[in-house]
Nanobody, 123 residues
Framework: QVQLVESGAGLVQVGGSLRLSCGASGRTFSSYAMGWFRQAPGKEREFVAAISWSGGTTFYADSVKGRFTISRDIAKNTVYLQMNSLKPEDTAVYYC????????????????WGQGTQVTVSS
């Protein structure tokens, strides 16, 4: 069982930066691939980034590639999403998620979810 809690919500101007954190409980956190997803009002939840259990492999949606960086600190049971050069279209509720095995981009592939944290980018 894995429990996830996101933090780092905020309001930021266009071009600004924000770092989200996702704290995980559970002794087997290190064996889970982790992903970040987001959902804007009236839109479906979409994949943002994912990282393998070891941290050695990462994958990004084209819309955030080069601007966002996912990382994890296994010792702290925490996954991060560093977001730079933010755009208004990045405004959404951001969720972290966990799954056993390899990273995936489909939300249905993930077994555990956090409650979400709001990111708002103002123009």
């Amino acid at each position: 069982q894995v429990q996830l809690v996101e933090s780092g919500a905020g309001l930021v101007q266009v071009g600004g930066s924000l770092r989200l954190s996702c704290g995980a409980s559970g002794r087997t956190f290190s064996s889970y691939a982790m992903g970040w997803f987001r959902q804007a009002p009236g839109k479906e939840r979409e994949f943002v980034a994912a990282i393998s259990w070891s941290g050695g492999t990462t994958f990004y949606a084209d819309s955030v590639k080069g601007r966002f960086t996912i990382s994890r600190d296994i010792a702290k049971n925490t996954v991060y999403l560093q977001m730079n050069s933010l755009k208004p279209e990045d405004t959404a509720v951001y969720y972290c998620a966990a799954r056993k095995g390899f990273i995936r981009v489909g939300s249905r592939e993930y077994d555990y979810w956090g409650q979400g944290t709001q990111v708002t980018v103002s123009s």
